[in-house]
């Protein structure tokens, strides 16, 4: 049985988690780091609080996306490594 369509469903899954960092990377980019307190400030606060809740939902599916990846990889990996031993211990003739 050929691995190729699992290897190709891990590089999708690899797609998505490096869109995902890039999407992260650009949303923290635009993220105003100071802390806004005043009352004159409210709506900066706002605006704060939703681009943290977004960032945090981001590294939260983005780390179990990254863990799915690597442990998909490392079981692919078992796979590969168990069929070239069963291989390998074959009799030619």
Do not use: N
């Not at 993220?31 to 590294?59: N, V, W, Y």
């Amino acid at each position: 049985m050929s691995m190729m369509p699992f290897v190709y469903g891990w590089l999708v899954l690899a797609g998505v988690v490096a869109g995902m960092a890039l999407y992260r990377l650009m949303v923290g980019i635009h993220e105003d780091e100071t802390l806004h307190l005043a009352e004159s400030e409210a709506s900066l606060l706002a605006q704060q609080s939703m681009a943290g809740k977004k960032i945090g939902k981001l590294d939260h599916w983005g780390k179990l996306l990254t863990w799915v990846m690597v442990l998909y990889g490392l079981v692919l990996l078992g796979f590969y490594l168990h069929g070239m031993w069963i291989e390998g211990a074959k009799i030619h003739t």
